[in-house]
């Protein structure tokens, strides 16, 4: 439960048709198995304790009074398991009959949720034995006490208040108006489902994407548990297809016909944060509804969920491929714009043999494509001082000439050297009056270079040295257009590296493939016996922990405990817990120190969820204090 963690599972049952006593054996072996590998929230299929497939059975006195005192007798024999269990039954109210979700908590049974839409069409008859339970609201005696019989009900955790859970049933899914969208709007933030959806060719995909699509629309998690093995054979068969999703993301999805439990881990923060960031997201009044309360155990969930060390970048190369495609439209979309808006019919960058200028040269390529315009009218500028090495240079200069672009070199050196005498500067001490006067000049040379042509200068900088201040104020912070700015360092290799492959050009791939292995470093002190003697990440700390770090932290909003627990889970066996704490503290000292830089960037194409921009996501003032972030990893390592 801490940090908003709660593992959560689906399950079958080896269901013998109208055998209450065998299945609620299975049901309660089976829950105290999950419970014991760490599951509080437990859902059955529909129908669990007696069958879906009883048919006219559902008439027969025998099977609904057996599976009443088999639903008392589960909740009396699972009093000592920790968790909210969800089971189907068929059970009599006011002389109906209605397929209910019972819901148990520690011996209690604390509801009974009817199902809503029953099907009767296809193979479905559900009308002719079950009653719809819309609108049905009142109490019956179970166990000398009185259970609220309702659909409009929700169960609310007393030691994790961000955790209220909700119940629909099968057909209440598909229907046009699901009882888990009120749910939702009400406060749930998970839906349970006990269903009974048979299979036929096709219907599993379709299963998939409605489960996963409805938790994406309610900002909630869906756990959806379907009957299996064991159900009549007469005319359908059922496969056990459990899902457990989380926003549209599908956390774990049992395999069909093996009777396997699905288990997942969701965050419950992340999806409550969620709902506050999105303004069309309005909880609604709970007028009808009915609020109960269970209690869970206040412990560590064990954290057995996938957490994505690079969650700028997709996982496939399939998605990856078309993602860094899209990236690249939007950013030279937004140039495009900006130099038809301007007038503009030059644009001009400096041009290092890096990363980020080899992006920004592309993406003004790109552009220009666009626009019709030749690519020679792209002037890019090397500029060459203390910390260039030859690699870098001939990259640069070689990089330019393969994309048809003009290049143009200034040596900045004497330019530099004669700044340093104006204000006293010692050129031996290598300081940040050192590194930061060589910033400052290239970016007055490319200026100066797009007045003269009447170009526009084109910002190479990316999110990840927006986010630390990795950048030297009105000197590469500077441009009139930042096409890099939001995007991360992580994503910017993949962009490359996607350009090399594609460029179906072998002398330019090998170009670019060079420069995706040359370190990451921004050459401002004099190299080594000819390589490269100033490595950024040797500097701030590695990019992938920062760009994780800071997904975690606009994204979601977590808290530092939260992002450090995470991280050290998602780096596990890459970097020791101290190492991750370092960085961490690096970051935040970094980005709240850092903001004043953020305040008065240039415009820039958002590309995705992520972003720094004062007049877009991140309104912040220049002036807040990290003290409270810093605090909170401090206790950490108490």
């Given at each position: 439960m801490k940090d908003g963690f709660i593992k959560a599972a689906a399950a079958a049952i080896d269901v013998r048709v109208a055998d209450c006593i065998h299945n609620t054996d299975e049901i309660i072996k089976k829950a105290r198995e999950l419970s014991q590998r760490g599951a509080r929230i437990l859902v059955f299929p529909e129908l669990s304790i007696t069958g879906y497939t009883c048919q006219d059975l559902f008439w027969q006195e025998t099977l609904l009074g057996s599976a009443r005192e088999q639903l008392l007798r589960v909740a009396e024999e699972l009093k000592d398991v920790p968790g909210l269990i969800f089971l189907g039954l068929p059970y009599v109210y006011h002389g109906k009959l209605y397929n209910v979700a019972a819901a148990i908590n520690q011996g209690e049974i604390l509801g009974l949720v009817p199902k809503e839409y029953l099907p009767n069409y296809g193979e479905f008859y559900e009308a002719r034995h079950f009653s719809s339970g819309k609108n049905l609201w009142g109490?019956?005696?179970?166990?000398?006490?009185?259970?609220?019989?309702?659909?409009?009900?929700?169960?609310?955790?007393?030691?994790?208040?961000?955790?209220?859970?909700?119940?629909?049933?099968?057909?209440?899914?598909?229907?046009?108006?699901?009882?888990?969208?009120?749910?939702?709007?009400?406060?749930?933030?998970?839906?349970?489902?006990?269903?009974?959806?048979?299979?036929?060719?096709?219907?599993?995909?379709?299963?998939?994407?409605?489960?996963?699509?409805?938790?994406?629309?309610?900002?909630?998690?869906?756990?959806?548990?379907?009957?299996?093995?064991?159900?009549?054979?007469?005319?359908?068969?059922?496969?056990?297809?459990?899902?457990?999703?989380?926003?549209?993301?599908?956390?774990?999805?049992?395999?069909?016909?093996?009777?396997?439990?699905?288990?997942?881990?969701?965050?419950?923060?992340?999806?409550?944060?969620?709902?506050?960031?999105?303004?069309?997201?309005?909880?609604?009044?709970?007028?009808?509804?009915?609020?109960?309360?269970?209690?869970l155990p206040v412990e560590e969930t064990k954290l057995e969920r996938f957490i994505d060390p690079n969650p700028f970048v997709p996982d496939s190369r399939g998605e990856r491929d078309k993602r860094c495609n899209e990236i690249l439209m939007i950013q030279a979309m937004g140039l495009k714009k900006r130099l038809e808006h301007t007038h503009c019919k030059r644009a001009v960058l400096g041009i290092s043999g890096g990363l980020d200028s080899t992006l920004a040269l592309l993406v003004t390529a790109r552009a220009f494509d666009l626009l019709g315009m030749g690519r020679e009218h792209i002037t890019a500028v090397t500029m060459p001082c203390f910390g260039t090495t030859d690699r870098t240079y001939t990259n640069a200069c070689e990089l330019t000439r393969r994309l048809g672009a003009t290049l143009m070199e200034v040596d900045i050196k004497k330019a530099v050297l004669q700044h340093f005498s104006d204000i006293g500067h010692d050129e031996n001490v290598h300081d940040v009056t050192y590194e930061n006067s060589q910033a400052r000049e290239r970016t007055q040379v490319i200026m100066d270079i797009a007045n003269q042509q009447g170009g526009m200068v084109v910002g190479t900088g990316d999110l990840s040295e927006l986010a630390l201040g990795w950048a030297t104020y009105n000197g590469d912070h500077m441009s009139m257009y930042g096409v890099n700015a939001s995007v991360p360092k992580t994503l910017v290799r993949h962009l490359v590296r996607y350009y090399a492959d594609t460029c179906k050009e072998e002398k330019l791939s090998q170009i670019l493939l060079d420069i995706l292995d040359t370190p990451v470093s921004p050459e401002l002190l004099p190299p080594k016996d000819g390589v490269i003697s100033q490595k950024t990440e040797d500097l701030v700390g590695p990019y992938e922990l920062h760009d994780f770090f800071l997904y975690q932290m606009l994204r979601f909003h977590f808290r530092p405990g939260k992002i450090y627990r995470m991280a050290k889970a998602a780096f596990a066996g890459v970097y020791e817990p101290e190492v991750i704490m370092k960085w961490l503290k690096t970051f935040y000292s970094r980005f709240f120190a850092q903001q004043f830089k953020r305040s008065c960037l240039p415009d820039g194409p958002k590309v995705g969820s992520v972003a720094v921009s004062p007049r877009g996501d991140l309104r912040m003032p220049s002036d807040a204090c990290v003290r409270i972030w810093m605090e909170e990893l401090e206790k950490i390592q108490e």
């Open positions: 109490y019956t005696e179970l166990g000398g006490k009185q259970v609220p019989v309702m659909e409009k009900m929700l169960f609310s955790c007393r030691e994790m208040p961000g955790l209220t859970v909700a119940a629909e049933i099968c057909e209440d899914l598909w229907a046009a108006a699901p009882p888990s969208v009120a749910h939702a709007m009400a406060g749930a933030n998970v839906i349970v489902n006990l269903s009974a959806s048979d299979e036929t060719v096709g219907k599993a995909d379709y299963r998939r994407e409605l489960v996963k699509s409805q938790s994406a629309r309610l900002l909630c998690a869906y756990i959806y548990a379907t009957a299996g093995y064991g159900e009549s054979t007469q005319d359908l068969v059922f496969g056990g297809q459990h899902l457990i999703c989380e926003n549209g993301v599908v956390l774990k999805e049992a395999e069909m016909f093996q009777n396997q439990s699905a288990e997942a881990v969701l965050d419950i923060n992340r999806l409550s944060e969620e709902r506050r960031r999105i303004s069309t997201w309005h909880e609604e009044k709970r007028e009808g509804y009915l609020t109960v309360e269970f209690s």
